[in-house]
């Protein structure tokens, strides 16, 4: 079992950074592939970077490359997404999430923990 927590989320102007954490707990952190998503209300949960844990690959939406960036820590069992050139439009809730990497590492489906969600406001 996985669990994740994170931390980080806030109120920023447009333009600004935010860096989220997701601090894990369980013994086979290396082994998942973790993902953050954001659920904006009204709209469904969305894949926002992801990151494998033995080769540090990483995935981003086209949304926000460029601007955001996925990193982990295999021996703190963290993970963080370093939010720099804030948009409104990237207000939402953020999720961390672990699962087993296959190609569809976008879909929620493919993950099987999750954080509780940490707010990030934007505004203009």
């Known amino acids: 079992q996985v669990q994740l927590v994170e931390s980080g989320g806030g109120l920023v102007q447009a333009g600004g950074s935010l860096r989220l954490s997701c601090a894990a707990s369980?013994?086979?952190?290396?082994?998942?592939?973790m993902g953050w998503f954001r659920q904006a209300p009204g709209k469904e949960r969305e894949f926002v970077a992801g990151?494998?844990?033995?080769?540090?690959?990483?995935h981003y939406s086209d949304s926000v490359k460029g601007r955001f960036t996925i990193s982990r820590d295999n021996s703190k069992k963290m993970v963080y997404l370093q939010m720099n050139s804030l948009k409104p439009e990237d207000t939402a809730v953020y999720y961390c999430?672990?699962?087993?990497?296959?190609?569809?590492?976008?879909?929620?489906?493919?993950?099987?923990?999750w954080g509780q969600g940490s707010q990030v406001t934007v505004s203009s």
């Open positions: 369980g013994r086979t952190f290396s082994t998942y592939y």
């Open positions: 999430a672990a699962g087993t990497y296959s190609s569809s590492y976008y879909s929620p489906q493919m993950y099987h923990h």
């Open positions: 990151i494998a844990g033995g080769s540090y690959t990483s």
